[in-house]
């Protein structure tokens, strides 16, 4: 059975595959838009994602998606727009700030490392006042 869906921007119904859900048609235009928007936003870096989607006629949803993706990145964080999904500070690109990425990166270090890590340093390091 194929994979029957309902295009995100139009509203036509199309054959998934994979990636977006977009038709041929709307996946084609978008491309062509985020070359645009790279281009506009090269021009001039004050323009926001909401002037941006107004420009050239994209759901605001749908241009956040592109920074979640880092498709769209801004050099600077847009006020509220786009904000850190842990601790909703405003960031220019990706899903997280510096700070929870390194939180991240921190708790998916492998279990071996953590175990040992606090035990020996903790013999080691046995006066505070070194910090
Ligand atoms: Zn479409
Ligand atoms: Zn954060």
Not at 67 to 92: N, W
Request: hydrophobic share 30%; proline share 6%.
């Amino acid at each position: 059975m194929d994979d029957v869906r309902v295009c995100e921007l139009c509203g036509t119904l199309f054959k998934y595959s994979i990636g977006p859900e977009l038709c041929k048609e709307c996946l084609g235009k978008t491309e062509k838009k985020l070359h645009e928007i790279r281009d506009d936003m090269e021009r001039d870096p004050g323009l926001t994602l909401s002037q941006l989607s107004e420009a050239h006629d994209l759901p605001l949803p749908f241009l956040k998606n592109w920074v979640y993706e880092e498709r769209i990145k801004f050099s600077e964080p847009k006020s509220s727009e786009v904000v850190c999904k842990a601790c909703k500070k405003p960031i220019g690109c990706g899903k997280y700030c510096e700070d929870c990425k390194t939180d991240l990166l921190i708790g998916f270090a492998p279990a071996e490392e953590k175990r040992e890590m606090p035990d020996m340093k903790g013999k080691i390091r046995r006066s505070r006042n070194r910090w």
